[in-house]
Nanobody, 125 residues
């Protein structure tokens, strides 16, 4: 079993930035081929934000968020970050870290095996 723990959420004014972190623990001897971020606003479905390969070389972003958000893998293999810039009130959501040992679709929730509990990001206008 792999446990994911997110941190870095909080309250920020519109135009501000946050950096979210996610660390995996447990059976991390199993290569986490991809790690990603999703978000879910109240009353909405969980949506893809960004994902990155185990090497950090391959990334994928939601088309609507690319340019403002940047994902990266940490120096420790099983850590992942997402830098959120130019935040807008509509970015308010719970942000979830996800990971999987399979290399299939980066953007679909059903291809992720492990999920964190989420961290709240609130952007005030």
């Amino acid at each position: 079993q792999v446990t994911l723990v997110e941190s870095g959420g909080g309250l920020v004014q519109a135009g501000g930035s946050l950096r979210l972190s996610c660390a995996a623990s447990g059976r991390t001897d199993r290569l986490l081929t991809k790690m990603g971020w999703f978000r879910q606003a109240p009353g909405k479905e969980r949506e893809f934000v960004a994902a990155v390969s185990s090497t950090g070389l391959n990334t994928q972003y939601s088309d609507s968020l690319k340019g403002r958000f940047t994902i990266s893998r940490g120096s420790a293999t099983n850590t992942v970050y997402v830098q959120l810039n130019s935040l807008k009130p509509e970015d308010t959501a719970v942000y979830y870290c996800a990971a999987s040992a399979n290399g299939r679709s980066y953007s679909q929730t059903r291809f992720y095996d492990y999920w964190g509990q989420g961290t709240q990001v609130t952007v005030s206008s």
